[in-house]
Structure formats: C-alpha cells, structure tokens
C-alpha cells in the first residue's frame, strides 16, 4: 500500500520542479532554518551574562594567538616517504625461498615447541595427564602429575578441576549395543572387556588354524 501511495504522488511532488529549483537558487541569500524556543532562551542567558560576546567573537584575541604561536611540532627520524622507498627497493632484490614443500598438518593445528619450560606444559601433555587423572584418579592424583611434567600443584589442581576430556558415546545399532566410555569406572571396565574379548578371538584364532592345517592334510 505505501508503494502504490508513493508512485501516486510522485508526478504531484515532481510538478513545475525546475521552475521551483531556479526559484530557490536564484535568492540572494538562503532561508534561515527556524530557530527553537530552547536555542532562544541560551541565547538570551548568554546575552544576559556577557553582552559584549558578539564583539568578543569577532575580536581576534591576542592572547590565543600568541599562545598558538608557541606552539611547535618538530619530528625525527627520515620522512615516510623515504623509508617505504627503500622498503619497496629491498622487496626486489629480496630472495624468494627455496623450500617449495606442502607445510605438514600438525595433529592441534600449530606446530608443538621442541622445549617446554618449568612450569609450563603443552597440549598435547594436559589432554594425556586428564585423561589418565578420568580413567584412574587415585593413581593420577594432582602431586604426582605435577612431578611428572614439572608444574605446580595447585596449577594441576585448578586444571583437573575447570578441565575435562571428551567422553564418547557410541549409540545402538543392530549388530551392537550401546556403549557410553565415561564415566571414568565405566570406561574402564569397557576397556577390560575390549581387552579380554580381544584376547578371546586370538586364542580362538591360534586353536583353529592347527585344526584347519591338519584337515587340509588329510
């Protein structure tokens, strides 16, 4: 509706336009925008405090002026202009590199320092020492962590306590049933049923290629 109400008044706003323009431009001097009732009454309290401020701002003051006069901006060093020029030269006779290799992935996305202060660890060292502190907590405990990597103990403390690993959850499926590795008792219990079927199958495996081998003889 506002689109159809705007295209119908258009050729009303648009009539006898260049006459109207002509008209405003050929004026000698511009239409004053009105002045508020607020404006009004700071002019009259200004007026009211200091009558001489029309003279007053027409004055050149001395004082100012001298004060702008002392005031000086002195730059060192070379210009701009010369040090992006020699910037500019060094790029052309720069050399390009030579190793054109692929940069490897690195597995946490940045490359891991070869060295590692006291008192710092990577990450590759805190997600192991958390998930050793979820599996078993009595055994990872805070204090012997903290000898291990060499880091405070109320460090290690504020970190196993703010921080925790991901726990995987492997949902149903018709050839197996769900699994869920955490909490840490849980998650250690599916790791000796991981490990003793694992142990199962290859006893298995060892008892039944024998078996294979002496019907194939016969």
């Not at 706003?13 to 009732?37: C, D, G, L, M, Q």
């Not at 006069?69 to 790029?91: A, H, L, M």
């Not at 504020?158 to 149903?172: C, R």
């Not at 840490?184 to 219990?189: E, Y």
Request: charged share 35%.
């Amino acid at each position: 509706m506002g689109a159809l109400a705007t295209k119908a008044l258009r050729p009303l706003k648009s009539f006898n336009i260049e006459n109207r323009a002509h008209r405003v431009i050929s004026k000698e001097k511009p239409t004053a925008a009105p002045t508020y009732a607020q404006n009004l009454e700071d002019l009259k309290r200004t007026l009211e405090s200091d009558p001489d401020i029309d003279a007053k701002l027409d004055r050149k003051d001395e004082a100012l002026d001298g004060r702008l006069r002392d005031v000086y901006v002195t730059s060192f060093g070379r210009p701009e202009d010369d040090i992006t020029r020699e910037k500019r030269d060094q790029s052309k006779t720069r050399l390009l590199p030579q190793d054109r290799k692929i940069v490897a992935d690195f597995d946490f996305g940045f490359k891991e320092p070869d060295k590692v202060k006291y008192g710092r660890t990577t990450l590759r060292h805190a997600i192991t020492f958390l998930s050793a502190h979820q599996i078993n907590s009595e055994e990872a405990t805070p204090a012997k962590i903290a000898f291990e990597y060499k880091l405070k103990e109320q460090d290690v403390a504020n970190v196993l306590k703010y921080f925790k690993t991901y726990e995987v959850y492997i949902p149903e499926t018709k050839s197996s049933p769900a699994l869920f590795a955490g909490p840490a008792a849980m998650r250690k219990q599916l790791y000796k049923i991981d490990t003793k079927e694992i142990g199962d199958e290859k006893n298995k495996d060892s008892v039944s290629e024998p078996n294979r081998q002496v019907k194939g003889a016969t």
